[in-house]
T-cell receptor, first 113, second 118 residues
């Protein structure tokens, strides 16, 4: 069984400030972890993924995430927020041999001008 | 590359009618497609896994007779909501799976279909 917990359904940061979106996972086997972004009335776009290679993963649009096994976490960060980062962000988990994704409840990111 | 389309993007129908939603992988072949449902301001909930040429596998609690899935080719899967009711109103998103750059299958998502049942 696998699950994802995203702490904070809403996060607001000022433009130019650090973005930190939290994700903790539970998995009985080594996980694959993903961050997706969803803009209003659109599908999901992959930001980055962890598949058991480097624990620090760099993605698109300046985002990165670090896999910490000891903390069962995969938090998403970006050093400097842009207005265009305002969206819904989903963390998801799957694992080897089971490509079904289990999603967290999402975090809505608001950027304050 | 790896573009997935959905048609229609939005649909309004009367209660009791059926609605078909198409999911196409435009530039790759997908042996597996997934159908999700998303309620307003909530996460995606997997409804079913669709494999080309075989019956779909439904998640627990999803009525297979209400949500008919057909995966007739490697680039097309369809979801038909039969005898739709207002509670079926939702955002339906499909994804298509293909081998990714990291050696695992990666899901590419369609833009979604907004269904409103009156």
């Amino acid at each position: 069984a696998q699950s994802v917990t995203q702490l904070g359904s809403h996060v607001s940061v000022s433009e130019g400030a650090l973005v930190l979106l939290r994700c903790n996972y539970s998995s009985s086997v080594p996980p694959y972890l993903f961050w997706y972004v969803q803009y209003p009335n659109q599908g999901l776009q992959l930001l980055l993924k962890y598949t058991s290679a480097a624990t620090l993963v760099k993605g698109i649009n300046g985002f990165e995430a670090e896999f910490k096994k000891s903390e069962t976490s995969f938090h998403l960060t970006k050093p400097s927020a842009h207005m265009s980062d305002a969206a819904e962000y989903f963390c998801a988990v799957s694992n080897f041999g089971n490509e079904k994704l289990t999603f967290g409840t999402g975090t809505r990111l608001t950027i304050i001008p | 590359g790896a573009v997935v389309s959905q048609h229609p993007s939005w649909v309004i129908c009367k209660s009791g009618t059926s609605v078909k939603i198409e999911c196409r992988s435009l530039d790759f072949q997908a042996t597996t497609m997934f159908w999700y449902r998303q309620f307003p301001k909530q996460s995606l909930m997997l409804m079913a896994t669709s494999n080309e040429g075989s019956k779909a596998t439904y998640e627990q609690g999803v009525e297979k007779d209400k949500f008919l899935i057909n995966h007739a080719s490697l680039t097309l899967s369809t979801l038909t909501v039969t005898s739709a009711h207002p509670e079926d109103s939702s955002f339906y998103i499909c994804s298509a799976s293909t081998p990714g750059t990291s050696g695992i299958n990666e899901q590419f998502f369609g833009p979604g279909t907004r269904l409103t049942v009156l």
